[in-house]
């Protein structure tokens, strides 16, 4: 049998890390499939979707600047998705395609496996959120489910914020918008960083406080280097004495697993694949 063919679209997509990943997953669970980079024109999302499965193609990861786009491409689309108003993976199924969201699932997996190593566990913890982009808002949704018993959400613009409060607003959770110059009267257990500011080199400027009163300070970004200090804000929490930090490259791995689960039935092994992407990320 003809090997199922998937890629990851998105524009640019050169340095995804997606081939390498799925590939590993297919030769763990012995799946027979293909795996390509697709760069498609940024006014041609759905001519280059179209035109990937009416080739046969089985499924795609779908990175920037298509999730929203990619939510828009079907009508079938899964609740999660809907609720991070994105999507990242597609399935050609029998009568069409399939929309789906895995970044959410796979930052709450990788944050258990930081729990396993002492990191505080998302149930009944106090969560700050630095921005309130697409990647906030694919997160909040899931971290809800797993039981948070606060999210505050800070970001230069307050106004994106709050709107992202008003969506997710919830009886049992305190939700709150803020501007990084606030007073705050309270600290967090776990500071996520979900702002572009690290793909720059550079920092938010949440207050030295906060930051040093979290126990986990994890950016859903990453860099070069070890997982515990591979982008700015990681560094300066460390610096700082913040007992555990964290780079996403784990939530890549778990996103992209959930992925591979969706598309093939079967969970692959994420650890060893995130341990192998280390080791090549140490070396870069
Ligand atoms: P994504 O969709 O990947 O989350 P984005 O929408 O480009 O990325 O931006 C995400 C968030 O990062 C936004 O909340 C943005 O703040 P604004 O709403 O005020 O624009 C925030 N952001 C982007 N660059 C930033 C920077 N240099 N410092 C602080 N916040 C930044």
Redesign the pocket.
């Known amino acids: 049998m003809s090997a199922a063919r998937y890629a990851v679209i998105g524009n640019p997509v050169a340095h995804s890390k997606s081939p390498a990943i799925h590939e590993a997953f297919a030769r763990e669970t012995a799946q027979n499939l293909s795996y390509e980079r697709i760069c498609a024109p940024i006014e041609s999302f759905v001519a280059s979707v179209d035109a990937f499965f009416e080739a046969g193609g089985a499924g795609l990861n779908v990175t920037l600047p298509f999730k929203l786009a990619a939510l828009r491409y079907t009508q079938n689309v899964s609740e999660r998705a809907v609720r991070a108003g994105a999507a990242n993976t597609l399935r050609r199924d029998a009568d069409g395609v399939f929309a789906d969201n895995t970044d959410g699932v796979g930052l709450v997996r990788d944050l258990a496996r930081l729990a396993g190593a002492g990191a505080p566990p998302l149930r009944a913890a106090r969560v700050l959120i630095a921005?309130?982009?697409?990647?906030?808002r694919g997160i909040i949704g899931p971290l809800l489910d797993a039981g948070v018993a606060r999210i505050a959400i800070v970001?230069?613009?307050r106004a994106?914020a709050q709107a992202l409060v008003l969506q997710f607003q919830n009886p049992s959770v305190e939700l709150s918008a803020h501007e990084y110059g606030a007073a705050w009267g309270e600290s967090f257990d776990i500071i996520l960083h979900?702002?572009?500011?690290s793909l720059f080199d550079?920092r938010?400027p949440l207050h030295d406080d906060l930051i040093s009163e979290a126990k986990l300070v994890y950016d859903l970004a990453y860099g070069r280097g070890t997982a515990s200090d591979s982008t700015e804000i990681l560094r300066h929490a460390r610096a700082l004495g913040v007992a555990h930090t964290c780079d996403g490259l784990g939530m890549l791995v778990e996103q992209a697993a959930e992925s591979f689960f969706l598309w093939r039935n079967i969970r692959p092994q994420s650890a060893p694949v995130l341990a192998a992407l280390r080791a090549a990320q140490a070396h870069v």
């Open positions: 921005g309130a982009g697409g990647a906030s970001n230069r613009t994106t979900a702002t572009p500011a550079a938010v």
